[in-house]
């Protein structure tokens, strides 16, 4: 694994893809979990005057979050004048590590926060968190039962720094409601780029087909990212910062990159895709609305398709990510982990903090979080809890993500990028997309956009050395 360097100050970057560099204290190096804190002692809650509260910051919304408000009721409950957790929404993703940046600065943080995977390396590096390998290691937890491939992410130098939570890959989803009706297979969902723009072309009502669209995505790059993996390039060098280094240049301009972006401009042009923008609300909405053939989603959202199929009187596919052609890597998983805040917190708040973590691992957590929202369970025993065997009999559709994590091997390629400027790369990603889409030369614009960001990853890990 990546050799992890945490000095004691760091780059906050800003939200845009600019990058304006902030400093935030961070507790200083040395050994990866050492060096950020240890566990406090198993008993720690029992000393403690009162009900202990958690603040728990997170991105969930819509079917989500009311999913998550459940599980934290259930586990209140459970823990009724003992401890108390307060869920707090706090945004999307980048909302939340932005005011978590904010927070580490005037030392408020949150006992606990969902940071999204691409800020792995920026928490480490923050010093403001426990990892959540001191724990695991006070009281032999055992981890035998969470997903290899999935804690493999947020696995640095053997610690396992965060809890994995809400964990996604991206799928295809499809209405095979106008399959039918544009005279294709509504049983075989399409597996490769080439096929997934011929039945674009099929569906469109530019070509007589029953479909505004026949394909439609959000201008987001975590699909960039996923085209990359699943043909086993590389997003960042070297190795993806996976073999014992940190990540010095990013590769998005790469062959499979322009190949990508080229075939998604392509549909477009000629008048088979629609152009939603960037937000991912719009391009789920539109998809829900059953005018669309196609669209690339995260597995998260598949409790709210399914419900919206449901409502509009289509049926839901869902099939594989599609693929420049057949191989036998895969995308990367998703979504994001929970973290522990170290500094400010007492000892019971952490243990508390734990307490619930372990909750949320659980195999019948785990079964009630993946029938609720369609992320994929952390847990393997959860796959055996009879409401997931049972949910997965009714809907199918749920079982494509389990068989495309099963089917990804955990190489650096599937792993993703580990930088602590993975967050700006994104974004800078998405402008190259869009610019793309606008008429734009796909290599040019990802080119403009690698190197615009030479700069900011060298300055990243010059502030962490």
């Not at 760091?10 to 961070?26: C, E, I, Q, T």
């Not at 979050?65 to 599980?71: A, D, I, Q, R």
């Not at 010093?127 to 290691?137: E, K, M, N, S, Y």
Request: aromatic share 10%.
């Amino acid at each position: 694994m990546r050799t992890t360097t945490r000095g004691r100050r760091l780059p906050m970057m800003a939200a845009g893809a600019a990058g304006l560099a902030l400093v935030l204290s961070a507790c200083g190096g040395g050994s990866s979990t050492g060096g950020a804190g240890e566990a406090p002692a198993a008993d720690a809650l029992e000393s403690a005057d009162g009900v202990t509260t958690v603040n728990f910051w997170h991105s969930m919304d819509g079917t989500n979050g009311e999913t998550l408000g459940k599980l934290i009721d259930e586990f209140n409950a459970a823990n009724e004048g003992k401890i108390e957790v307060k869920g707090v929404y706090q945004g999307d993703y980048d909302s939340t590590i932005t005011k978590y940046k904010a927070a580490v600065q005037s030392n408020s943080t949150p006992s606990m926060v969902q940071i999204y995977d691409i800020g792995t390396q920026f928490m480490i590096d923050s010093g403001a968190v426990l990892p959540t390998q001191a724990f695991i290691d006070r009281d032999e937890y055992d981890v035998s039962d969470l997903q290899p491939n999935i804690a493999g992410y947020y696995t640095i130098d053997e610690d396992l720094w965060s809890m994995p939570f809400n964990t996604s890959m991206p799928v295809l989803y499809y209405n095979k409601t106008l399959f039918e009706a544009a005279g294709l297979d509504p049983e075989t969902a399409p597996e490769t780029l080439d096929e997934v723009g011929e039945a674009a072309a099929a569906l469109s009502k530019k070509n007589g087909g029953p479909a505004e669209f026949g394909f439609n995505a959000a201008i987001y790059g975590w699909l960039l990212e996923q085209e990359i993996a699943a043909n086993g390039a590389l997003y960042c060098s070297p190795d993806n910062g996976r073999s014992g280094e940190r990540a010095s240049d990013y590769s998005f301009n790469n062959d499979t990159a322009v190949e990508f972006v080229d075939w998604w401009k392509g549909l477009v042009a000629d008048g088979v895709a629609g152009n939603t923008g960037r937000a991912t609300a719009d391009a789920q909405n539109a998809f829900k609305s059953g005018t669309i053939g196609m669209t690339l989603e995260s597995t998260g959202a598949l409790g709210g398709m399914q419900k919206a199929a449901e409502e509009q009187g289509f049926e839901l596919g869902v099939g594989f990510y599609p693929k420049i052609e057949q191989n036998d890597s895969g995308p990367i998983i998703g979504g994001a982990s929970l973290w522990i805040s170290g500094e400010g917190h007492s000892d019971a708040e952490k243990e508390a903090t734990w307490q619930f973590m372990q909750f949320l691992a659980e195999p019948a957590t785990q079964a009630t979080w993946h029938t609720g929202t369609g992320y994929f369970p952390i847990s393997k025993a959860a796959l055996d809890e009879p409401e997931d065997v049972a949910w997965r009999e009714q809907y199918p559709q749920f079982d494509v993500a389990v068989q495309q994590l099963e089917a990804t091997e955990l190489t650096a390629a599937t792993q993703g990028c580990a930088a602590g400027s993975m967050p700006q790369a994104r974004k800078a990603a998405e402008d190259a997309l869009e610019g793309a889409l606008l008429g734009g030369d796909s290599k040019t614009e990802l080119t403009k956009s690698v190197d615009a960001l030479k700069t900011e990853i060298e300055n990243y890990n010059n502030s962490v050395q």
